[in-house]
């Protein structure tokens, strides 16, 4: 909502800024009495009675007439303290109302992008990067593309053959997601790809089937505990809590030699038969199927650390494969109808309940065999040129700053919910700046908008784009702000690095419930947080917590809001936060979405079951659009790095739980303790600059002050990187946040200690846990390096 006077305050006002919350028009001071009010040293010269100051009343006409000249002078001089323009709150607030917001563009925009599918690589997909030009540049944002050459795999023929029984007749699977009757993309359907998973292996494999739940490293290490031997057969696992390609990974540790991954019913399903299916209901048809990708890394697997620029250095892709960068045993996604198939041919020992699928479903046993697979997958490799659109609003005092707001546009089939519903929102917030910058808005910052190509494959459009700017963005990015999918359900959620939570918290309140007019979407966030199982927690239960607000900020945890971290690998965040040290964070309307990178993932699903009358794609792009103004307008940089030791101190603690015994982590809790009292020296410096009062707002070195604390700020998430990175994993260079060893999508703290604790747990020497000791030794350096960049002191 609009404030009455900022509704009617169109015109130009010039105001001396004696503080932050009180402007004074220069037109006031035709008054004695209030110039006097600000100039106490004129009062001496008013207190008596007029009529005994006759023969003065001419000087102080002169000196009043003076002062006014001065002030004129002034605000042409100094345009930072004297404002000649609306404030930036009035934009802010302009942005965030319904007069700007428009459902219908934003569903225009994804029909628009999904009419077809669009793989990375393809025509199809560099349709959809020319459709995103064109509108930037007809919302007036100076847009171009930007090209790389990158390794993709395609399928070039797949075959899966089942002998459910010795001398059974075999049972070959068509391995094709069916038309639905009525379906508006049946004339399209044929451009489907087959189904197939990216960077899979090629090979031709013959072996008994044993099934393995989800697939993680505690399911293989049931299945040895169980006394079944995996080695030599192939595994079959569904999807759902570990990435597909660590699936594949820990499979062939257990010495697996295929990999089938099948979308359960039970978790895409509806749980049953009596669920239903989409069209009529929001569930994954029988035949549908999961693809995606299978590499674990993060960029072009042959040009590591460097982008993949046309005639570049690269790697053979026979040395890739050598290395083990990209699977080493072949793999199919198939439904849920033909992984239940496969499941009634498995005998031996019954699994878990916890392994069991839907209450419909047979019993799932774990083999191995008696059934036999015969898997055949033959994967077209090739080098094929992505397009990243980049779009820009430079910064009309800051244009060396920048905000980078990023969505990926290449999906596996048509792409509606992911992640075309945020490139939809993306084209929304675009559209709703351009309208802010013919009313007169101009961003302190520059904003740059990014539509990431190839992030299905491995987050290569954006990770190749990193590389390629990475010195200058390293220097020069203040934030980054992710939306992969915008939309697929009704269950708002954030994640970010700490220092941001407070902005999120403050965007969110900003924004109505899409869903509720009574509330706003913080209201529904919370009321969301506080009923999760991770917080359902008793003031008891933090009695035993020590140290650093420790006990004071997890019960705060439990009247506000979850903010997850990003540490995952699970979008293009990624090669931000990860590789060089961006603040960043990512918003979207989760919740059940089974048609996830299937061919139903469409344009008629998301106006039936995602979002009908697109109103949560608007709050997204309400509250996305808020958080890029805040981050680029704002004099101060809205950064709270109070949150972020506060989150360490609380990992730390947790950390001290679990490994006292062998280490100590002293050294980490040091630092960090260190890194609490800089960040409140700087919030302090901050709250002293926002109560200045008086003429030293307007000396320069003030400005150049802002100036230096802003860039302390900016660049004191640098600082949690390792130029080393990660031991066995050096692209991953942050010491706080990085992808689980085993599980791409899961989130680790201090991922180099963790490494090295499973190390050390499996061999149980002095050696592996002095490693351990030297990798809290190195978080407690980093974090020590980030404490001397937000002091602003050399030692």
């Not at 397009?387 to 430079?394: A, D, F, L, P, S």
């Not at 004191?716 to 050096?730: N, V, Y």
Request: charged share 20%; hydrophobic share 35%.
């Amino acid at each position: 909502m609009l404030h009455d006077k900022e509704k009617t305050n169109h015109e130009v006002a010039i105001s001396f800024h004696f503080n932050k919350r009180k402007k004074t028009p220069l037109s006031s001071f035709s008054s004695l009495s209030v110039i006097t009010h600000h100039f106490p040293c004129l009062r001496t010269a008013t207190r008596n009675p007029i009529s005994k100051r006759i023969p003065k009343l001419s000087s102080m006409i002169t000196v009043t007439a003076a002062i006014y000249a001065i002030f004129l002078t002034l605000s042409t001089s100094f345009p930072i303290v004297f404002s000649t323009h609306t404030p930036k709150s009035y934009y802010h607030s302009l942005f965030l109302s319904t007069s700007l917001a428009d459902n219908a563009s934003v569903a225009h925009n994804l029909y628009m992008l999904t009419r077809r599918p669009h793989v990375a690589g393809t025509e199809a997909n560099a349709e959809t990067a020319d459709y995103v030009l064109t509108t930037l540049t007809s919302h007036n944002i100076n847009s171009h593309i930007v090209s790389y050459d990158v390794a993709l795999t395609y399928p070039d023929s797949r075959s899966l053959t089942l002998t459910p029984k010795p001398g059974h007749p075999p049972v070959a699977f068509d391995l094709r997601q069916e038309i639905y009757a009525g379906d508006p993309y049946a004339d399209v359907a044929s451009q489907v790809m087959p189904t197939f998973h990216g960077f899979a292996k090629s090979g031709d494999v013959t072996a008994p089937v044993t099934y393995a739940n989800y697939g993680g490293v505690e399911d293989f290490t049931t299945l040895k505990e169980m006394g079944v031997n995996v080695s030599g057969t192939i595994v079959l696992a569904r999807y759902g809590k570990v990435f597909r390609g660590d699936i594949v990974h820990n499979a062939y540790t257990a010495g697996a030699v295929g990999t089938i991954i099948y979308s359960d019913r039970k978790d895409y399903g509806g749980g049953g038969k009596d669920a239903g299916w989409f069209p009529e209901a929001k569930w994954l048809p029988p035949t549908g199927a999961q693809m995606g990708n299978v590499y674990t890394e993060a960029g072009d697997p042959t040009t590591p650390g460097w982008p993949s620029n046309e005639g570049c250095e690269r790697r053979d892709y026979e040395e890739v494969e050598r290395l083990g960068i990209v699977p080493s045993i072949p793999s199919l996604p198939v439904s849920g109808a033909d992984g239940e198939t496969i499941m009634k041919s498995i005998g031996g020992k019954v699994a878990d309940e916890d392994w069991q699928g839907s209450d419909d479903a047979p019993t799932y046993r774990v083999g191995p065999g008696p059934g036999v697979l015969n898997l055949n997958y033959k994967a077209k490799k090739t080098i094929a040129t992505i397009h990243n659109v980049i779009g820009m609003i430079e910064g009309s005092e800051e244009p060396d700053r920048y905000v980078i707001l990023g969505n990926h546009r290449d999906a596996w089939t048509f792409g509606a919910v992911d992640p075309n519903s945020g490139t939809a929102t993306l084209l929304e917030v675009v559209q709703r700046l351009e309208k802010l910058q013919k009313k007169g808005w101009k961003p302190r910052r520059t904003i740059i908008f990014c539509s990431w190509d190839a992030e299905e494959y491995g987050l290569i459009g954006s990770t190749e784009w990193v590389e390629d700017n990475r010195e200058l963005l390293a220097s020069r990015a203040v934030a980054y702000l992710n939306v992969d999918i915008a939309v697929s359900g009704d269950e708002y959620s954030a994640s970010a690095t700490p220092q941001l939570d407070e902005l999120l918290k403050q965007a969110a309140k900003q924004v109505q419930d899409p869903d509720n007019s009574s509330q706003t979407v913080y209201d529904s966030w919370a009321s969301a947080s506080s009923s999760s199982p991770s917080v359902k927690l008793q003031e008891g239960d933090f009695e035993g917590l020590k140290g650093l607000h420790a006990k004071t900020t997890a019960l705060t945890c439990l009247a506000t809001v979850q903010i997850e971290r990003l540490g995952g690998g699970g979008s293009d965040f990624a090669a931000f936060v990860q590789h060089i040290g961006v603040a960043s964070l990512e918003v979207t309307y989760g919740g059940a979405y089974p048609v996830y990178h299937s061919m139903y993932d469409d344009f008629v699903w998301m106006e039936k079951f995602g979002d009908p009358m697109f109103r949560r794609h608007i709050a997204v792009a309400s509250i996305w659009g808020y958080l890029a103004l805040q981050l680029a307008d704002k004099e101060i940089l809205p950064f709270n790095y109070q949150s972020y030791a506060e989150e360490l101190q609380r990992n730390a603690e947790e950390l001290e739980d679990q490994i006292s015994n062998q280490i100590t982590v002293t050294p980490l809790l040091t630092s960090i303790d260190a890194l609490s009292k800089a960040a409140a020296k700087i919030n302090n410096e901050i709250k002293g600059i926002e109560e200045t009062i008086g003429w030293a707002s307007i000396v320069k070195a003030d400005v150049t002050r802002v100036r230096e604390i802003n860039d302390r700020l900016m660049m004191a998430e640098r600082a949690f990187l390792d130029r080393e990175g990660l031991s066995g994993r050096p692209w991953y260079k942050h010491m706080i946040y990085a992808p689980a060893k085993h599980n791409v999508y899961g989130t680790k703290y201090f991922p180099g200690i963790d490494d090295a604790i499973e190390q050390a747990k499996r061999l149980n020497t002095e050696e592996s846990w002095k490693v351990v000791q030297h990798e809290v030794w190195r978080v407690s350096r980093a974090i020590n390096q980030v404490t001397k960049v937000l002091s602003g002191e050399l030692t």
